[in-house]
């Protein structure tokens, strides 16, 4: 396209003017999908992975302590004197 000057004086602002040269051509897209999936599976497509362990970031801190001492006193190895 070329931008052609209409009029200009002090008192207004300049206006343009866009002229296409082919007024019937489309225009282009900007993103293509050839060759990407053979570079996706180049490496192969993997599963995200998973966590081992969920985060106790932001969890109630009564909770948390009482988890802490149930982990720890879980299980046979604590000796019982009964």
């Known amino acids: 396209r070329t931008c052609v000057l209409l009029q200009h004086t ?3 602002s300049l206006k343009f003017v866009y002229q296409f040269r082919n007024p019937t051509m489309v225009k282009q897209k900007n993103t293509c999908a050839h060759n990407n999936t053979a570079k996706a599976h180049a490496n192969g497509i993997k599963k ?3 966590t081992k362990y969920v985060s106790t970031r932001g969890m ?3 909770f948390l302590r009482n988890q802490k001492f149930a ?3 879980n ?3 604590r000796v019982h004197d009964d």
Request: charged share 45%; no cysteine.
């Open 60 to 62: 109630d801190p009564k």
């Open 10 to 12: 002090p008192t207004t």
């Open 71 to 73: 982990k720890k006193y």
């Open 48 to 50: 995200a992975k998973r």
């Open 75 to 77: 299980g046979s190895k």
